[in-house]
C-alpha cells in the first residue's frame, strides 16, 4: 500500500488545514500535542492540486480530514473523527460526545462561529479572514 498523499494512490489520513492561518496553525499544533500526537497535519496549500481543487470552498472554511484521495469529515466531524481516535481516552469519550445528537449542531454552530473569526482569536492574523461568499 502507497503511504503518500498523491492524490489518487494514497491510503493514509490527513488533516488538512490552513497553513496561511495562524490561529489554524495553533490549534492543529494543539491536536497533536494533546490529543493525537501521530496524527499527520498538513497545510492544504501544501498538498497536491489534484487532491484539493475540488475541495478549495470547503478548504477555506473548515478542515477536512482526507483518507488518501477522498474526504472523510469536515469540520466538526473531521475533529471528532480525530479526537475518537486518540490514543488519549478523555479524547476520546470527548469525540464521542461531539457526535451526539444534542450536541452535534451546537458544535457545529461553534465551529462555523470561531472560523468565521478565526482572525480575532489568538494568533490569528488578517490572513486568517475566511473569504466571503460572492453573489
Do not use: K
Not at 106 to 125: D, E, F, I, K, S
Amino acid at each position: 500500500m502507497d503511504d503518500t498523499v498523491t492524490g489518487n494512490t494514497g491510503r493514509r489520513t490527513v488533516l488538512a488545514f490552513d497553513g496561511d492561518c495562524g490561529f489554524c496553525q495553533t490549534a492543529v499544533r494543539q491536536i497533536q500535542r494533546r490529543a493525537h500526537p501521530r496524527t499527520e497535519a498538513v497545510a492544504w496549500q501544501t498538498l497536491p492540486p489534484e487532491l484539493t481543487e475540488p475541495h478549495l470552498e470547503r478548504l477555506d472554511r473548515e478542515i477536512l480530514l482526507f483518507d488518501g484521495d477522498r474526504v472523510r469529515a469536515g469540520g466538526v466531524a473531521a475533529l471528532a473523527g480525530l479526537l475518537e481516535s486518540s490514543p488519549a481516552r478523555p479524547y476520546r469519550g470527548l469525540g464521542r460526545f461531539l457526535r451526539l445528537p444534542l450536541v452535534r449542531p451546537a458544535a457545529n454552530l461553534v465551529y462555523r462561529w470561531v472560523a468565521r473569526n478565526r482572525q480575532r482569536m489568538p494568533g490569528g492574523t488578517a490572513a486568517c479572514a475566511v473569504p466571503r461568499p460572492h453573489g
